[in-house]
């Protein structure tokens, strides 16, 4: 009985392996869908790299070149904009810095609207630009870019602790490919900036104080500026003083004057001795005293001397000088 088991297994065996063929076997149902698997395409991928180059900005230039290297078209901006000092250290720009590149063949020129603005906030060592529009540089075309850094709208309490330092204005420039593709690359670029210190508010002009005057005539006038050196004292009045030229001396009282705006005195021959006889030019000197509110201040004489004289029998008043 044995001896025919082995033939019937293999009988099935053979058996089970065609039906395997045969069902493995494309036919009219499933030619189709694998002619449609063998058909599919996969989208190609575009790869490629933006050649842009930041050049003429070595030794620290306010303005630099851009060059596209790339084989297709190229836009750029700058992006963001930093402080460091000499030594390396980040440098927070004070409020209301304010970074301002131009581009083209005028971006150097004074009063060019700016193309690309950045406004220091404050607190942040980073300052984002304004503006995202970018600038297209062609191939072998290159651009000039211009920096000018502006401290007109800093408080001065801020401007002053950067006040003579040298700066290095760091710039973030971004460069973007154009059309389908989406390639993009940035570079640094590093200007010099040095903080001038704020100008110093002008002095208050002190209003100009009128010299003293004589005026010769048959009477001479005497007039006089006031400048209160007496701690403000209220002047109540006023003494004519006189003493010869020659001889120098003590101050004679000749008469009280009362205060007034003009502040200013009449002088007669009768005030002018010529001494006697052979003395007909004889020159003295004259003064005046303020005196002052009671209790207020002591007396002062003014440091302003008239010379005077009256010729002969004239009777004229002569002015031969002022010392202040």
């Not at 392996?17 to 045969?22: D, E, N, Q």
């Not at 971006?107 to 906030?121: F, I, M, Q």
């Not at 009449?266 to 004259?286: I, L, R, S, Y």
Request: net charge negative; hydrophobic share 40%.
């Amino acid at each position: 009985m044995s001896q025919y088991r082995t033939p019937t297994a293999y009988v099935l065996g053979v058996l089970v392996l065609l039906a395997v063929i045969v069902l493995t076997t494309p036919n009219g149902g499933t030619h189709a869908r694998w002619s449609a698997t063998a058909q599919s395409e996969v989208p190609a991928m575009a790869t490629g790299r933006v050649g842009f180059e930041v050049g003429g900005a070595e030794g620290g230039a306010s303005s630099a070149t851009l060059t596209n290297t790339s084989g297709f078209g190229v836009e750029y901006r700058p992006r963001q904009v930093s402080l460091t000092g000499s030594d390396g250290e980040t440098v927070t720009p004070p409020p209301g810095l304010r970074f301002a590149y131009r581009t083209g063949a005028d971006c150097g020129t004074a009063g060019t609207p700016a193309r690309w603005t950045a406004v220091a906030a404050g607190g942040s060592a980073r300052v984002a630009v304004l503006e995202r529009t970018a600038a297209p540089l062609e191939r072998d075309r290159p651009a000039a870019l211009c920096l000018t850094v502006s401290t007109d709208g800093v408080p001065e309490d801020e401007l002053r602790p950067l006040a003579g330092r040298q700066l290095q204005v760091l710039t973030e420039l971004e460069a973007t490919s154009l059309g389908e593709g989406t390639w993009s690359t940035t570079r640094s670029w590093t200007a010099p900036f040095t903080v001038e210190p704020p100008e110093a508010a002008p002095p208050a002009e002190t209003p100009a104080v009128p010299a003293a005057t004589c005026t010769p005539g048959l009477e001479g006038v005497l007039s006089w500026p006031w400048s209160a050196t007496t701690d403000g004292a209220r002047v109540v009045g006023w003494e004519l003083l006189r003493r010869p030229q020659l001889t120098g001396g003590d101050w004679t009282v000749l008469r009280s004057v009362p205060e007034s705006p003009d502040r200013a005195v009449t002088v007669t021959a009768a005030d002018v001795p010529n001494g006697g006889a052979g003395k007909h030019n004889t020159v003295h000197e004259f003064a005046v005293r303020a005196h002052f509110a009671p209790g207020t201040a002591a007396p002062e004489t003014l440091p302003i001397v008239w010379a005077l004289k009256s010729p002969g029998e004239s009777r004229k008043i002569e002015c031969m000088g002022v010392r202040q």
